[in-house]
């Protein structure tokens, strides 16, 4: 098997509303997947349903074969799972260094340790200083995370998701809320730390997401109505009345 | 100082500047006894050292987990009853005295193990009631559980009966000291590496941002469960030599008076820095014994003193000094002398003036009728004479007036103090 990711049937309700309604999608390993569709059609809940953020109403998540239902959001990262989020989740009150350090720590094997002197081991802190060049934060390196720019906790917030080295990066709209100039860089910045990797993201603007992706779908009041690369995407009749449609209501 | 270099830093080389805290507070253990020998002196600062102990271990929880306890007094406590029956058991007389704070320690760590695995669950407010309810529970236990607790009387014993250690039979007051000193200086910095072990970092992710924790492979409850029982650990230590300082375990040891006086002991000191809890410990302790025996109000003066640092200084003294740090890495320190002296000077004065006439209300209420002579900062005064009323509420009222004048003042020489100055144009 080469799936690194596959959802069958997965649903989830808050209440009486539905929200996702029976999605099924296979990810191919090492493949970019990009997920778009109109403001509340269910694709940051579908990002928590994967990640075991929420639990789902029913259906299955497969991460390279392995069912996912029940466990939790340390375990199915501790399988090769990293996410970002849509708003800003970082360690606002350490510094950026020991934000990115805290990120590799599981990943290098120092578990619950209380017996390992954290800056004492050259892999982790090399390794570490490494991820703040690549995501340019070497500079605000001992600030507090909480004082960077907007755009700057958006690098650092990618930064923390692909520190631990896990093979499947899930990112919930990367760019949103950035000038032309930052879209630029953090589009550049993704496609170098994923290479080799699976790569599913949320994205909202069409030109980051027909350079990026190797396949879309289409996510629609919780439905995903088509799937396909972006030219059998961009020409399909059906995404371009929903997501046209869709996309003057919100406006 | 760390070089520019990053690949060739030295990971984890132990410098002077690291190290020299550690031996600057070592010299002072080491000399203190010798400075102020006396029976009395001796016991307020094994008290002291005890409170340290305690005050650190508090703040693995609250400063460096995130986590609010109002019932954490139980863990020290359960550390001095448990000695203590160590002490009275008849196996005592081969158990070298040194090594019973481990015992208490272990006993600590045993019971915030089994207490943790359900309470650690979350923190916020479901922790905070949680080690209130159980503050509440342990102490009801003293009176039921008597052949553990003691019942009222507590339980007692004899530190001197244990395996004489290299000669010492630890009945002098400096011998104890020095014992306790010891395990103080042990316990800080066995307490200070935790905090840069891998967990103790996750510690303060997990305080900052538990559910973000959880997504980097850490169980956000795990994490502190380990922190609990580490605090767990170096309480029982703290007990451990509360018994061997004072040979007696008490309810008051461990109800949640005890408990909110530790709270309190810490926020004063300031949970945002290692060292605060220490300040805060130190502070309390010298109010407590020096403060305590020149006036019946002490406990007034503290909770006040303790409300006006959660509410305009919520670093605590901790914070207050280090939030000089920047005016001193500007090298404008010395701009605000002047106002500390126009400002807070007449503050303090106008202060301990209106205490003074506290304490002469205090005194008309409370003494003998017909006592009217009263010590007040070491003069006597006649509160049924006018004078002395004059004479406070001048100062009172002069004071806090001159310092609220003076307060612009103070506030323009601190931002002047704190922002960098910019060179002066140069003329074209
Ligand atoms: N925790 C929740 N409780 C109730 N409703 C929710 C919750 N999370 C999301 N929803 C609802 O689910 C829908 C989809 O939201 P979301 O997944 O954030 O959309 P998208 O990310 O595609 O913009 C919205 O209508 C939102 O109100
Ligand atoms: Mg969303």
Redesign the pocket.
């Known amino acids: 098997m080469t799936l690194a990711l596959e959802l069958d049937d997965l649903r989830k309700s808050?209440g009486s509303a539905e929200?996702i309604r029976g999605l099924n999608l296979k990810v191919e390993k090492g493949e970019r997947h990009a997920i778009i569709?109109p403001?509340?059609?269910?694709?940051?809940?579908?990002f928590n349903l994967i990640t075991g953020r929420f639990p789902q109403t029913s259906g299955h998540v497969r991460l390279h074969g392995t069912d996912l239902t029940g466990l939790q959001p340390f375990q199915i990262n501790r399988l090769g799972l990293s996410r970002s989020f849509?708003i800003t989740n970082i360690f606002p009150k350490m510094t950026v260094f020991e934000n990115v350090r805290c990120s590799l720590l599981w990943s290098m094997g120092f578990k619950y340790s209380f017996w390992n002197m954290v800056s004492r081991n050259r892999a982790l802190n090399e390794g570490a200083e490494e991820i703040l060049e690549q995501i340019n934060l070497t500079v605000r390196r001992d600030l507090p995370a909480g004082v960077l720019s907007y755009a700057e906790q958006r690098a650092l917030e990618i930064g923390i998701t692909i520190a631990g080295g896990a093979d499947v990066i899930m990112l919930d709209e990367p760019t949103a809320g950035m000038s032309n100039t930052e879209t630029d860089y953090i589009v550049n910045l993704i496609e170098k730390v994923t290479e080799n990797k699976t790569l599913i993201v949320?994205e909202h603007d069409m030109g980051v997401v027909f350079g990026l992706a190797d396949r879309i779908s289409v996510?629609v009041y919780g439905e995903i109505i088509a799937t396909g690369t972006p030219e059998e995407v961009r020409s399909d009749q059906k995404v371009q009345e929903a997501y046209l449609g869709a996309a003057l209501e919100d406006h | 100082m760390s070089t520019a270099n990053t690949t060739n830093r030295a990971y984890g080389a132990i410098t002077l500047g690291t190290l020299l805290p550690w031996i600057i507070g070592a010299i002072i253990l080491l000399v203190l006894p010798i400075l102020m020998g006396s029976k009395g002196q001796l016991t307020i600062m094994s008290q002291m050292s005890i409170m340290v102990v305690f005050a650190l271990a508090y703040n693995m929880l609250l400063g460096q987990g995130g986590m609010l306890s109002f019932g954490h007094a139980v863990y020290m406590g359960m550390g001095s009853f448990l000695c203590l029956h160590v002490m009275n058991a008849s196996y005592f007389g081969s158990v070298p005295l040194p090594i019973l704070p481990l015992i208490g320690g272990f006993f600590g760590l045993g019971i915030a193990m089994i207490i943790g695995s359900f309470s650690t669950r979350s923190a916020g407010t479901i922790f905070a009631m949680i080690s209130l309810g159980l503050g509440e529970l342990m102490a009801a236990c003293v009176l039921i559980i008597v052949v553990f607790f003691g019942g009222e009387e507590g339980i007692s014993g004899y530190r001197d009966e244990g395996l004489p250690f290299f000669g010492l039979e630890f009945i002098s007051h400096i011998e104890v000291f020095y014992l306790i000193a010891f395990w103080l200086f042990v316990s800080a910095a066995l307490m200070f590496l935790f905090s840069r072990t891998p967990v103790g970092r996750m510690a303060n992710a997990v305080r900052d941002n538990p559910e973000r924790a959880q997504f980097l492979g850490y169980s956000a409850r795990w994490v502190r469960f380990v922190s609990f029982s580490a605090s767990g650990f170096f309480c029982g230590i703290a007990g451990g030599l509360s018994a061997i300082l004072f040979e007696i375990a008490t309810e008051s040891d461990l109800n949640v008076t005890a408990s909110g006086v530790i709270l309190l002991i810490v926020f004063l000191g300031g949970v945002g820095f290692f060292w605060g809890p220490i300040i805060g410990a130190v502070v309390f302790i010298l109010l407590q014994t020096v403060l305590g025996l020149q006036t019946h109000l002490w406990e007034l003066y503290v909770g006040v003193i303790f409300v006006a640092m959660v509410m305009y200084f919520p670093g605590g003294l901790a914070g207050i000094i280090m939030s000089h740090a920047v005016a001193m890495s500007l090298g404008k320190l010395g701009l605000l002398v002047r106002p500390y002296l126009t400002c807070v000077l007449p503050a303090i004065i106008g202060i301990l003036g209106l205490c003074g006439l506290i304490e002469m209300i205090f005194h008309m209420r409370e003494a003998p009728t017909g006592e009217t002579e009263m010590t007040l900062f070491w003069t006597a005064i006649d509160t049924h004479h006018i004078w002395a009323w004059l004479v406070f509420g001048v100062i009172a009222a002069g004071g806090i007036l001159l310092a609220r004048q003076q307060s612009s003042v103070l506030k323009e020489a601190w931002d002047q103090a704190n922002t960098i100055d910019t060179p002066a144009e140069e003329p074209s």
């Open positions: 808050f929200i569709g403001n509340g059609a269910g694709k940051s809940t579908m849509q949320v996510l």
